[in-house]
């Protein structure tokens, strides 16, 4: 088992910049391929982020690609989604996920772990 909580969500403006935290505790964290992903009312959960387990491999969504970094500490076992330049359409709980495989997922049912996940609200 592995428990996650992300924590950093908030109301930022337009513009600015917010850094989410994804702490895991449980099974070897080093282990799993971790991915960030959103959901905004009324939407699907859909894919932001994800990092291979030794950090060396991430892909993004066009959405956020050039805003958006990813990165993780091992050691500390947490993950980060730097979010920089928001815009309104980037509101959304945020949620972090564990995959157990090696490959870089980008769809929802291939986590085996998701945190309780985190609002992000931008203002115009």
């Known amino acids: 088992q592995v428990q996650l909580v992300e924590s950093g969500g908030g109301l930022v403006a337009a513009g600015g910049s917010l850094r989410l935290s994804c702490a895991a505790s449980?099974?070897?964290?080093?282990?799993?391929?971790m991915g960030w992903f959103r959901q905004a009312p009324g939407k699907e959960r859909e894919f932001v982020s994800v990092i291979s387990r030794n950090g060396g491999s991430t892909y993004y969504a066009d959405s956020v690609k050039g805003r958006f970094t990813i990165s993780r500490d091992n050691a500390k076992n947490t993950v980060y989604l730097q979010m920089n330049s928001l815009k309104p359409e980037d509101k959304a709980v945020y949620y972090c996920?564990?995959?157990?495989?090696?490959?870089?997922?980008?769809?929802?049912?291939?986590?085996?772990?998701w945190g309780q996940g985190t609002q992000v609200t931008v203002s115009s």
């Open positions: 449980g099974r070897t964290f080093s282990l799993y391929v």
């Open positions: 996920a564990a995959n157990a495989g090696v490959r870089l997922r980008r769809t929802p049912n291939w986590y085996d772990y």
